[in-house]
C-alpha cells in the first residue's frame, strides 16, 4: 500500500504545504488534485489518496492558502477574496506542471475549486463534487458566519478546539486523537492562522460565488461525480439533486448516514466509486 509524504513550494512568496501520494510505477494516469473544505486541511484526503495512489494516479492534496500549514499571509500581502485564492491555486498547478488534471472538491472553500474550474476548463479532465455550495440557496452556517465577525470573530478564531467542534458537528463522529492534533496544530503555533480563518470568511461572497457556480455548471460538458453526505447539517442534498437530474454528463452517489465531511469517515465507501469513476470511458 502506498503511504502519503508531505512536501513544500514556494510559489510568489507564498509557502504551500501539500500532501502527496504516489503510484509505485510510473503514474500514466492524469494526477488528481483534491481541495479541502472550512475549517479542515489536506490531511482529510489521506485514506482516499492512498486508494487511489495504490490503482494508479498521482494525488495532490494541498492546504489551502491561510489554512492547515500554508503560509497565512497578512491582508496587505493576500486579500483572500476568492480571486485571490483561485489565482493562486492556478499558480500551484502551473508550478506542479499539472497540465490536466481531475478535481475534487468539498466543503465551502471547495467551492473555490468549483469556479477555477469553470474559469479553466480546458485543464479540468474530470470533476469530483463533495458537499460543496452548488447554488445561491447554499448559506454559510451560523457557526462559520460568527467567524468572520468583529471581535466575536478575533475570540473564536483563536480557538483551537474550534476545529474540534466544527469538523465533528459537521461529521457527526468523532475524530481520531491523533488527526485532532494534526488539524489543531496550526492553531496552536500561531495567532496567523485564527487571523487568516477570519479573513476567509469576511471575503468569502458565497452568493456571488454560488452564481457563478451554477451558471457555469449549466454548461458544462465533461463528466462529473457527486458524493453526497445526505445528512449534511449545512447544505440540503437538495441542490445536488438537482444537478444531477438537470444534467446528463452528472451522476451521483447518496451516503446517507454521511454528514458535511464525507472524505473524514465514508473513504471506504467512496474510494472505490471513484476509482470506477475516474476509469469509465468518456460519453
Wanted: glycine share 8%.
Amino acid at each position: 500500500m502506498g503511504s502519503v509524504t508531505e512536501q513544500s513550494i514556494t510559489i510568489g512568496g507564498l509557502e504551500w504545504f501539500y500532501r502527496e501520494a504516489q503510484p509505485e510505477t510510473t503514474a500514466k494516469e492524469t494526477p488528481i488534485l483534491f481541495l479541502h473544505g472550512l475549517p479542515s486541511q489536506s490531511l482529510s484526503w489521506c485514506e482516499i489518496m492512498t486508494q487511489v495512489s495504490d490503482r494508479g494516479w498521482r494525488a495532490i492534496a494541498p492546504d489551502w492558502i491561510g489554512h492547515g500549514f500554508s503560509s497565512k499571509p497578512e491582508r496587505r500581502d493576500f486579500d483572500y477574496t476568492p480571486d485571490s485564492y483561485i489565482k493562486a491555486l492556478d499558480d500551484f498547478v502551473n508550478t506542479l506542471e499539472l497540465k490536466t488534471i481531475h478535481l475534487v472538491v468539498q466543503g465551502f472553500l471547495g467551492s473555490m475549486g468549483l469556479q477555477y474550474a469553470i474559469r479553466n476548463p480546458d485543464k479540468i479532465e474530470r470533476l469530483v463534487i463533495l458537499n460543496t455550495p452548488l447554488n445561491p440557496t447554499a448559506k454559510l452556517p451560523l457557526k462559520m458566519k460568527q467567524w468572520g465577525w468583529p471581535l466575536v470573530g478575533d475570540m473564536l478564531t483563536q480557538d483551537p478546539l474550534l476545529v474540534d467542534r466544527t469538523l465533528e458537528g459537521g461529521s457527526g463522529f468523532q475524530i481520531g486523537d491523533r488527526n485532532l492534533d494534526i488539524y489543531r496544530k496550526p492553531f496552536l503555533q500561531t495567532s496567523a492562522s485564527g487571523r487568516s480563518l477570519l479573513a476567509t470568511v469576511q471575503k468569502l461572497n458565497l452568493p456571488q460565488i454560488t452564481a457563478e457556480i451554477e451558471t457555469g455548471l449549466k454548461d458544462w460538458t465533461k463528466p462529473v461525480q457527486i458524493f453526497w453526505g445526505c445528512a449534511d447539517p449545512w447544505l440540503d442534498v437538495d441542490m445536488a439533486e438537482t444537478l444531477a437530474k438537470s444534467r446528463s454528463n452528472v451522476d451521483m452517489t447518496q451516503l446517507p448516514e454521511a454528514r458535511h465531511y464525507p472524505q473524514e469517515h465514508w473513504s471506504e465507501e467512496i474510494g472505490p466509486d471513484l476509482i470506477t469513476f475516474l476509469r469509465r470511458q468518456m460519453r
